[in-house]
């Protein structure tokens, strides 16, 4: 029988969406309140990879990735998808009998090995977490960069987004070395993870 061994918490990242900067800014207060402070951020892009949000958003969107300073558990993340479901709920603009969103957040979680994004649409890649939520195993880490599947969206597979998970990865091995106070995080020790080396502590 296996023994069971819980996982070591986690990176919380987002990526933010809005229809200005001014927006994406105002959308980060919020976010630090019920999150915690944030830790790095990624350089705004023009969200150019698809239409599907202008009709609700309007066109012109720029989008942000984020990360937060406290570590979280990997199976609080259905519970942080609601809460950030519930903020686009809050900021959205009402149209005559609708609301239109004016953000959009999807969260998720990045572990030295893989990002997994929280998302509310089902799909045969996707495991259900419950309460209406579901994950994605988005990016895998191997040979020095997170790698995309399949499935990944356009904008996960970018430049841009590989070097920030990448320095997000990088911030959250130096904070559980610190946490562990092991020397088997020391540079001179060879460490060999289920992902190749530079992933097991």
């Known amino acids: 029988m296996g023994k069971i061994v819980y996982p070591k918490p986690v990176a919380l990242v987002m990526a933010l969406m809005a229809d200005a900067p001014s927006r994406l800014e105002e959308t980060k207060a919020p976010l630090v309140e019920k999150f915690g402070s944030i830790e790095l ?25 984020v ?19 519930r ?57 020095g960069g997170f790698r995309p599947l399949d499935w990944t969206y356009p904008d996960y597979r970018s430049e841009l987004a590989g070097q920030f998970f990448v320095r997000v990865r990088g911030w959250l091995f130096s904070k559980i070395c610190f946490e562990n106070s092991s020397n088997r995080c020391s540079p001179t020790r060879p460490r060999v993870g289920p992902d190749g080396p530079g992933t097991g502590l």
């Not at 937060?68 to 942080?80: Q, T």
């Open 67 to 85: 990360s937060f300073a406290n570590l979280v558990e990997m199976d609080s993340l259905g519970k942080i998808k609601t809460a950030t479901n």
């Open 87 to 143: 903020l686009e709920e809050d900021m959205a603009i009402r149209q005559g009998k609708q609301l239109r969103r004016t953000l959009n957040i999807d969260p998720g979680y990045l572990s030295l090995a893989q990002l997994v994004l929280a998302t509310t649409k089902n799909y045969s890649h996707r495991i259900y977490l419950g309460g209406g939520i579901f994950a994605e195993l988005t990016l895998i880490y191997r040979q």
């Open 41 to 65: 951020e990624s350089e705004t892009y023009p969200f150019t990879y698809s239409s599907h949000y202008e009709k609700e958003m309007g066109k012109g969107l720029i989008k942000q990735f």
